[in-house]
């Protein structure tokens, strides 16, 4: 079983960057809980700031690496592209949108997401365990639970 995490513009800076609204822990905590959680999954990691580069690395794993499924938090590229959601429909695997914050409760422009349509499935709202919760979602959605 392979899961691909991929992390959108900004979020490189978890655990320093507004930790009002994104907590105090870092990425790399999380990964390593995540890790221990489930030890007979691969969980890898990829983060980028540029938009075709999270479409690169999406195709790469999700049509050609034979990934089980794709955590995918787009950071603000879920409001505003059109390419981050045509490049999902055409994976082999699902994709699980997640938000660390619930973007509903933040500002209106947040409300509307351009990937949730083409996603498996859209978790927000409960810090980083927002990734633990779009794992579970892969493993159920697999059959590999």
Do not use: W
Request: aromatic residues 8%; charged residues 20%.
């Amino acid at each position: 079983m392979k899961i691909q995490i991929i992390n959108g513009p900004n979020l490189n800076l978890l655990g320093q960057r507004e930790p009002g609204i994104y907590g105090s822990a870092t990425m790399e905590s999380c990964m390593e809980q995540l890790r221990k959680r489930y030890p007979e999954v691969q969980i890898d990691y990829y983060q980028s700031n540029v938009e075709g580069e999270l479409i690169n690395k999406m195709q790469e794993v999700g049509f050609f690496g034979g990934y089980d499924g794709i955590v995918l938090n787009a950071g603000a590229y879920t409001h505003t592209s059109v390419a981050l959601g045509d490049c999902i429909r055409s994976l082999r695997c699902p994709v699980i949108e997640v938000h660390i914050s619930n973007v509903h409760r933040r500002e209106e422009y947040r409300h509307r997401s351009m990937i949730s349509a083409a996603c498996q499935g859209v978790i927000c709202g409960f810090g980083l365990d927002s990734y633990r919760l779009g794992v579970e979602a892969i493993l159920e959605v697999s059959g590999k639970r």
